[in-house]
């Protein structure tokens, strides 16, 4: 009986659940997933997924993986599964990869996209997939102040309080923010994130942008790792994962 590694694509708006691991006393993404990939196999699955997204964080490239006994095709998992999720959950992709791939440790980056409005009024149908923001915002400042942000750097003063994690270097390779209208929107790219790390990053950028706070308050906050030097932790619905980043090899011997 061969036992075949799956790599999923999963999207999913995140408003309705606490966050993308399984909890014992609320619902995950993770726990709807093994379930209905559970049943759809009849065997035990459990996910492996590359980013632990918090309560009320979307997604439109979360990867995971799961081994399986399965005969079904890999790439049949996506519409095979999709049949038994809520609205709210697709896989929009489905395929075997080597048994040597591993959703979160294999990872060579993360891409996310923060989403602010500022406007007088909140939005109706984007309330929860963006951040609103009532004042003005001098996007020229935010901009300059992200670009502090790129290169590689002890990010300690960025990861909320009760994060364990020992090595706090990072390296952020894009950050940039565009407007369209009322909507504002950070795009950051790096090796990986601490915890909350884009969130307090984006309530820094809009403290910059109002005033609030002055300019350089990244670079402040990375040489003395101090998280008064930052903004506010946006609220977590601004938030989404757009993909994670793998080596090029380990893909295309995937794809063979």
């Known amino acids: 009986?061969?036992?075949?590694?799956?790599?999923?694509?999963?999207?999913?708006?995140?408003?309705?659940?606490?966050?993308?691991?399984?909890?014992?006393?609320?619902?995950?993404?993770?726990?709807?997933?093994?379930?209905?990939?559970?049943?759809?196999?009849?065997?035990?699955?459990?996910?492996?997924?590359?980013?632990?997204?918090?309560?009320?964080?979307?997604?439109?490239?979360?990867?995971?993986?799961?081994?399986?006994?399965?005969?079904?095709?890999?790439?049949?998992?996506?519409?095979a599964v999709n049949t038994m999720l809520p609205s709210d959950i697709r896989v929009q992709r489905?395929?075997?990869?080597?048994?040597?791939?591993?959703?979160?440790?294999s990872t060579r980056g993360k891409r996310y996209r923060y989403i602010i409005r500022s406007a007088?009024?909140?939005?109706?149908?984007?309330?929860?997939?963006?951040?609103?923001?009532?004042?003005?915002?001098?996007?020229?400042?935010?901009?300059?102040?992200?670009?502090?942000?790129?290169?590689?750097?002890d990010f300690a003063a960025f990861a909320a309080s009760g994060s364990v994690v020992k090595d706090t270097v990072r390296r952020i390779d894009r950050a940039e923010l565009t407007q369209r209208d009322e909507q504002i929107e950070l795009t950051i790219e790096g090796s990986g994130f601490l915890y909350n790390m884009?969130?307090?990053?984006?309530?820094?950028?809009?403290?910059?942008?109002?005033?609030?706070?002055?300019?350089?308050?990244?670079?402040?906050?990375?040489a003395t790792g101090n998280r008064l030097e930052l903004g506010v932790t946006a609220p977590a619905q601004g938030l989404t994962l757009m993909k994670v980043f793998y080596d090029e090899r380990i893909m295309e011997e995937a794809e063979k």
């Open 94 to 105: 489905s395929r075997q990869v080597p048994n040597t791939f591993h959703a979160r440790f």
């Open 198 to 222: 884009v969130r307090i990053i984006a309530g820094t950028l809009v403290g910059v942008g109002c005033g609030k706070l002055e300019p350089g308050a990244f670079e402040r906050a990375i």
């Open 120 to 153: 007088p009024h909140a939005s109706a149908l984007c309330r929860n997939t963006q951040w609103h923001v009532i004042y003005p915002l001098n996007l020229e400042k935010m901009r300059r102040e992200a670009m502090s942000l790129i290169g590689t750097h």
């Open 1 to 79: 009986m061969e036992i075949r590694r799956i790599q999923l694509i999963v999207e999913y708006d995140g408003t309705a659940y606490a966050g993308w691991q399984r909890q014992s006393n609320a619902l995950a993404v993770q726990q709807v997933l093994e379930e209905r990939l559970s049943k759809l196999t009849r065997e035990r699955v459990v996910l492996h997924g590359a980013s632990r997204t918090d309560a009320g964080v979307h997604a439109l490239g979360q990867s995971a993986h799961f081994d399986t006994a399965s005969a079904i095709p890999g790439e049949k998992f996506s519409f």
